[in-house]
């Protein structure tokens, strides 16, 4: 059964065309209908009028696919209203892709065509030949970034395929260029083994900056990325750990700053040993975090499961130090933070009760978190989603546009774990420190501030760490 809790969004938005007698009352009738059944309604348009009947077009927001044919069907019942089409916002916003490529010189005139193009071509052809750096300077390499996928863990779908994952790698091609002034290329491979994934890309680098690594599930993800940059010297990423890493971690910082505590010395619970559970308790290591407990189905991860898998071994032996075992309810218990990674509805009002009182929860799950902010509030002090209809929005767009931009700017050969924290720090430092609320731990995504002072901070981490070279 559908969650009430979830409101209606555009993600669920439907355009409905009516046809009705221009009456008095009509349009207020069809409101009361969409409303009553918990629409939410948006811009009301007139397309005509002719002979006494009324055509309009009104925007609803829905909470599903299901509420929204809910909603179509209790507009349906008024007798004198005709649906003429109900159509689905969100596809039509898709149709024919979401991105394309321009030409950056205008083929004007014949000079221009063979300055571009054959024979001028050839001279900036040999040039690179001769001196191969040259493609940062006279090609699109120094500004462009692969988005590749192999379509294994798309969001909140699973494994659906490299096809089925192409309008995700679209719209993550879409912020790149957004709030990165970035090329991004959606690459989405129909390969599954480690080492044919890794082969492909290294093959097709030669034309890129920086290969950013989207939606590849867990543990092959860690491999792929570990061996793709042993092979290429240029930055490789999986944004999927740590670019929410790194976003979770700049909003931890103005959390803790706001409850008066020390971040180095708050008690953890990460729920989800997948890439951004593992990535978030890296990066909290990396920041001097020692209390740390990670949870996955089977409850705390600790040394003595013989079930555990490479990774999770790892984690075994660098997080939960006290040596606890149990449920992650049992985890939680004196928690000071919870950070949930995994899926929805895994967290009760109890389990956050059973928490240290001032209580942070980050519930992450998307798109519905492993306990509603409603919820959570009854006993949370800060609470932070990866939705965006609630405050504190954790989301990678903070992150991966402003650290590709910087790493970019210097030609790093690869992002460090200095360039990482450094990108958390300013996001964190975009929101003034009298400014910070429960509400406000993390900047907006708009806030185009951002990408700027993570660039300028990731480069300069870049040439700390000795991996700018220019």
């Keep these: 059964m559908e969650s009430e809790s979830i409101r209606p969004s555009a993600s669920y938005s439907f355009l409905l065309r009516l046809s009705y007698p221009n009456k008095i009352g009509m349009l207020a009738e069809i409101a009361r209908v969409l409303s009553a059944n918990g629409g939410d309604l948006g811009a009301m348009d007139i397309v005509t009028v002719h002979l006494g009947q009324m055509v309009r077009e009104i925007t609803v927001n829905a909470r599903s696919q299901e509420h929204a044919k809910q909603l179509e069907e209790a507009v349906a019942q008024l007798s004198s209203v005709t649906i003429l089409s109900a159509s689905d916002r969100v596809f039509l916003l898709h149709q024919g892709g979401k991105i394309h490529v321009e030409n950056k010189v205008p083929l004007t005139n014949r000079d221009t065509l063979s300055m571009a193009y054959t024979p001028g071509v050839a001279r900036v052809c040999e040039a690179i030949a001769a001196q191969p750096d040259l493609a940062y300077e006279l090609t699109i390499k120094s500004n462009s970034v692969a988005v590749v996928s192999d379509g294994s863990a798309v969001l909140g779908l699973g494994d659906i395929g490299p096809a089925a994952a192409m309008p995700v790698m679209e719209g993550k091609a879409m912020l790149f260029r957004e709030f990165g002034q970035i090329h991004a290329y959606p690459i989405c491979l129909a390969a599954r083994e480690t080492e044919e994934i890794v082969d492909t890309v290294a093959r097709i680098a030669v034309g890129f900056g920086g290969i950013n690594l989207e939606d590849i599930s867990a543990p092959r993800c860690f491999e792929i990325e570990e061996k793709l940059q042993e092979r290429l010297d240029i930055p490789v990423f999986h944004d999927d750990q740590h670019g929410t890493a790194v976003v979770v971690l700049a909003a931890l910082i103005n959390s803790a700053r706001l409850l008066g505590r020390e971040l180095s010395a708050q008690r953890y619970v990460i729920l989800g040993a997948g890439s951004a559970?593992?990535?978030?308790?890296?990066?909290?290591?990396?920041?001097?975090?020692?209390?740390?407990?990670?949870?996955?189905?089977?409850?705390?991860?600790?040394?003595?499961?013989?079930?555990?898998?490479?990774?999770?071994?790892?984690?075994?032996?660098?997080?939960?130090?006290?040596?606890?075992?149990?449920?992650?309810?049992?985890?939680?218990?004196?928690?000071?933070?919870?950070?949930?990674?995994?899926?929805?509805?895994?967290?009760?009002?109890?389990?956050?009760?059973d928490m240290r009182e001032p209580r942070t929860v980050f519930a992450l799950a998307n798109p519905t978190p492993e306990v509603m902010p409603e919820v959570a509030a009854r006993y949370a002090q800060i609470i932070a989603t990866g939705r965006s209809d609630y405050p504190n929005q954790i989301n990678n767009v903070l992150a991966f546009p402003g650290i590709f931009?910087?790493?970019?700017?210097?030609?790093?050969?690869?992002?460090?774990?200095?360039?990482?924290?450094?990108?958390?720090?300013?996001?964190a430092s975009c929101i003034p420190a009298s400014e910070v609320a429960p509400e406000y731990v993390v900047p907006s995504v708009f806030n185009r501030e951002v990408a700027k002072g993570v660039a300028q901070a990731v480069a300069q981490a870049a040439k700390k760490d000795r991996v700018a070279r220019a």
Excluded: Y
Aim: proline share 2%.
């Design 405 to 427: 931009q910087g790493a970019l700017s210097v030609r790093a050969s690869r992002i460090t774990e200095g360039m990482k924290l450094a990108a958390a720090e300013a996001i």
């Design 277 to 353: 559970g593992v990535a978030v308790a890296k990066m909290l290591l990396k920041f001097g975090c020692r209390s740390i407990v990670v949870c996955d189905r089977k409850g705390i991860i600790q040394s003595g499961r013989s079930d555990l898998t490479p990774i999770k071994q790892w984690l075994a032996t660098h997080t939960n130090p006290d040596g606890i075992r149990g449920t992650a309810k049992e985890a939680m218990t004196g928690a000071d933070v919870f950070i949930g990674v995994s899926a929805g509805g895994r967290v009760s009002a109890e389990d956050i009760r």
